[in-house]
């Protein structure tokens, strides 16, 4: 198997390859790493004829999804899948009232879990401000899992079901 080579996504209908760049490193995921370097990372992947790139917004408080829309910004549209997250709203705030970890040195936002339509809806728009793309191909709904939410999991997916659900079926629609 190659990178590049595609396969269709789910039932999504999708063309995507076989291999994603996924932005949490660009977002400065432990580390941080310069402009230079991200805008690098993601040419280095399209280079070798990746077309899949997967962000949220949790990924370095925006900061990847930032990086990534720099990156992507003068590509042909329709030559790549885009995947996001929704679940999470960004709030601007001083740095010093910001806790990053694990991200290190990530944009000036505050982030607030919120599964409702109106915060999926909000989180969506934020995206594709940050990106400055006109559209994204796949949202997910990110960090519902027992893992993430622990013994409020259940409640979480309700309230996902009852918002986030309803507003992505909407954009689908």
Not at 36 to 62: C, E, K, L, N, S
Not at 119 to 134: I, K, N, P, V, Y
Request: hydrophobic share 40%; with cysteine; glycine share 6%.
């Amino acid at each position: 198997m190659k990178p590049s080579d595609k396969r269709v996504f789910g039932r999504s209908g999708l063309n995507v390859t076989a291999f994603a760049f996924g932005t949490a490193p660009i977002g400065n995921f432990l580390h941080p790493i310069d402009e230079q370097t991200a805008d690098a990372m993601i040419q280095t992947a399209w280079d070798a004829g990746i077309r899949f790139y997967d962000t949220a917004p949790m990924y370095g408080h925006g900061l990847s999804e930032l990086r990534a829309g720099h990156s992507l910004r003068w590509k042909k549209r329709d030559e790549f899948v885009l995947a996001s997250k929704v679940g999470r709203v960004l709030k601007p705030a001083k740095r010093s009232e910001i806790d990053f970890a694990p991200w290190s040195n990530a944009a000036p936002n505050t982030m607030n879990f919120d599964y409702s339509y109106d915060g999926t809806m909000r989180s969506f728009e934020d995206s594709l401000q940050r990106l400055a793309l006109e559209h994204i191909d796949m949202l997910f709904i990110h960090d519902i899992d027992r893992f993430t939410r622990g013994d409020e999991q259940p409640e979480v997916f309700r309230q996902a079901m009852d918002g986030c659900w309803r507003a992505l079926e909407k954009l689908r629609s």
